[in-house]
Every structure is written in structure tokens, then in C-alpha cells.
């Protein structure tokens, strides 16, 4: 049964008759094409492309301790800093996950978080790469050795990833 089954004769003109005359809207819809706009992001995107491209080399092999954890420093920074980074004194400001990412796309994101790491003022990260088939474990290392603003790394502590992920510790300066 519907609504207007419910009303009475009575009701429906006592309604007819306190609205009074009515028309009906005419219905003039009018359709705007929409303008496809370029991505604000597109040209984020190629200046972090770049930027992977130009610091990150897969040909390039450091000379890294393979005994004992992945640790690394960079010349003209104490050696104290690695002993922090594993220690714990310094905290992660911002954490990037590479699980399931290739090494391009991985390679991309190192570039993006290290560009993030000037935005945010972000001294320490953690970069979790896993271990699976130790591609990424092996290249990331490789990679953050090549970029200028690394000063240090180490196998981060069990709570951060332990020896599927590296505390990097970044040298901030006012440039981006």
C-alpha cells in the first residue's frame, strides 16, 4: 500500500486547496564536460626520478664489513654516530616500508623519503627492506652509501626490524 492510498478523498483536497496552484519544474539539466587537468604530482614524480637516477647507481659497489650487522660511515663523520644509530639514541622520525616493491620502484622511494627528510626535518628514518631474497638487502645499502646526505647507517634494533631494515641517520641542511 502507498503513501497516497492512505490519505481520504477529504484530505487530498483540503491539501489541493491550502497549496493553492501549482506547475511543475522543468527539468534542464545541463551536462559540463570535465577538463582533464595534468597532475600536480607528475612533476613531483620526475624530480624524485631524477633524483634516484642521478645518486643511485646499481653498478656501484662499495667496500661494506659483510661480518657481523650492515653498518656504514660516512667519511669526515664519527664513527660514534653508527654506535648511536644501534644503541638506540636516535629515534626514527619517519619509517618507509619496501616490502613487495621492486628495485626501480624501491629506488624511487629511498630518493622520496631522503627529499621528505629536508621537508620534515627528519634526522633519523628507517628503511624496512625485509630479507626474502636479500635483492633489496643487498642494494639498499649500496644506494644510501652513493646519496651525499647520508653520514651514517646501521642494522636497525629488533623493535625497528632488526636485520630486514637499516636506521639511516641524514645530514639536514636548508637547501629544499
Not at 511543475?24 to 564536460?33: L, N
Not at 620534515?120 to 644510501?144: D, M, S
Request: glycine share 6%.
Amino acid at each position: 500500500m502507498k503513501f497516497k492510498d492512505l490519505l481520504s478523498q477529504e484530505e487530498k483536497a483540503l491539501f489541493k486547496e491550502s497549496i493553492g496552484k501549482v506547475k511543475p519544474i522543468v527539468q534542464d539539466k545541463v551536462r559540463h564536460e570535465r577538463k582533464s587537468t595534468p597532475k600536480k604530482n607528475n612533476a613531483n614524480t620526475l624530480t624524485t626520478q631524477q633524483g634516484a637516477e642521478f645518486y643511485f647507481s646499481d653498478e656501484f659497489e662499495p667496500d661494506l664489513n659483510h661480518q657481523g650487522p650492515m653498518k656504514y660511515v660516512k667519511d669526515g663523520t664519527d664513527s660514534f654516530e653508527a654506535k648511536n644509530l644501534r644503541r638506540g639514541v636516535y629515534l626514527p622520525d619517519l619509517i618507509l616500508d619496501l616490502h613487495g616493491l621492486t628495485q626501480e620502484h624501491a629506488k624511487r622511494e629511498i630518493a622520496a623519503l631522503l627529499k621528505a627528510c629536508h621537508k620534515e626535518h627528519a634526522r633519523c628514518v628507517c628503511i624496512v627492506h625485509g630479507i626474502g631474497n636479500r635483492v633489496l638487502k643487498t642494494k639498499v645499502p649500496h644506494w644510501l652509501v652513493q646519496h651525499p646526505d647520508v653520514l651514517a647507517f646501521h642494522q636497525a634494533p629488533l623493535e625497528y626490524g632488526g636485520d630486514g631494515a637499516l636506521l639511516v641517520l641524514i645530514d639536514i641542511k636548508d637547501k629544499y
